[in-house]
């Protein structure tokens, strides 16, 4: 691709397998060319070798789709580590405690590490190799001390993987509203800096957060997430069909079959292309 055809970028869709209505509707998408880009909760109890070789064979005829770690260390989900702690009722604690902990530098990073070790490995097992790059179920590898946890499991486990940053270009301005797109837009300068002291690359650029209100109107808001998106740069997505499962483990569950309406449907890809983009 020359400089001035279409800048390919990534369209990540978090949580492949943590439930099958969500993995479903991933290899759906994958399979239309509207993805190239899913991150794997082996953690979750609906994610199998099955759902890993289902997801596998999408690249069996030509590469279509990057597949990545999805970090998880967040209830309800639960660690694949026997001694993992702390834990709330035997599952990983809620998200604003596990956040807090992290910035009070409280987590215990021996058992940190060998979940992270824990959930690489499970990842191994199921897919045969390594992770083609590795983010984080509701952000949590740019937290403090898990950052470090990560980063360093990366580059010994997974040295060719890429890791997710989640730095915004767009105004802060247009971000205001966006409390949780600041706060990781924050932790990624840290981040950032880190894993180019340990030689990983990120993307150049995110974006996809927003408020997870259900009457957003997701068709208006996502071509504002490609403005100025550059070359290498990512898009985040939660595209998936509501289940049981599912909504017995993750509180956005509606919205996600909003997303997956609209890249399905035609105004994704014009919007895609109005925008001087592309996912080949």
């Not at 070798?49 to 989900?77: D, F, K, M, Q, Y």
């Not at 993992?84 to 910035?103: E, K, S």
């Not at 890429?162 to 971000?175: D, T």
Request: proline share 7%; charged share 20%; with cysteine.
């Amino acid at each position: 691709m020359n400089e001035q055809g279409p800048r390919r970028i990534w369209l990540c869709a978090d949580d492949y397998g943590i439930a099958p209505g969500v993995s479903e509707a991933i290899r759906d998408l994958v399979g239309r060319g509207r993805l190239n880009a899913t991150s794997v909760m082996v953690v979750a109890p609906s994610f199998s070798r099955a759902e890993a070789e289902a997801l596998a064979a999408l690249n069996a005829a030509e590469p279509r789709v990057a597949i990545g770690l999805h970090l998880t260390l967040t209830g309800p989900l639960k660690p694949l580590t026997a001694d993992y702690a702390p834990l709330a009722d035997g599952a990983f604690l809620p998200l604003t405690t596990t956040l807090r902990l992290a910035v009070q530098q409280r987590l215990n990073m021996t058992k940190l590490a060998a979940e992270l070790r824990a959930q690489f490995e499970a990842f191994a097992a199921a897919f045969g190799r390594a992770p083609d790059f590795v983010d984080g179920h509701q952000h949590v590898h740019l937290f403090p001390q898990v950052r470090h946890a990560a980063l360093e499991a990366v580059a010994w486990m997974a040295p060719q993987a890429w890791v997710r940053q989640c730095g915004s270009i767009q105004a802060l301005s247009r971000r205001l509203g966006d409390p949780k797109g600041l706060l990781v837009d924050w932790l990624s300068r840290e981040f950032r800096a880190r894993a180019a002291r340990h030689g990983i690359d990120t993307n150049p650029a995110f974006a996809g957060t927003y408020t997870y209100r259900l009457d957003t109107d997701f068709p208006r808001i996502f071509p504002q997430f490609l403005e100025k998106m550059p070359r290498g740069g990512l898009v985040m997505c939660h595209p998936g069909h509501v289940d049981d499962e599912l909504m017995r483990l993750d509180p956005l569950t509606l919205l996600r079959e909003k997303e997956y309406a609209y890249f399905a449907g035609d105004a994704f890809p014009a919007d895609l292309a109005a925008a001087g983009l592309t996912l080949n």
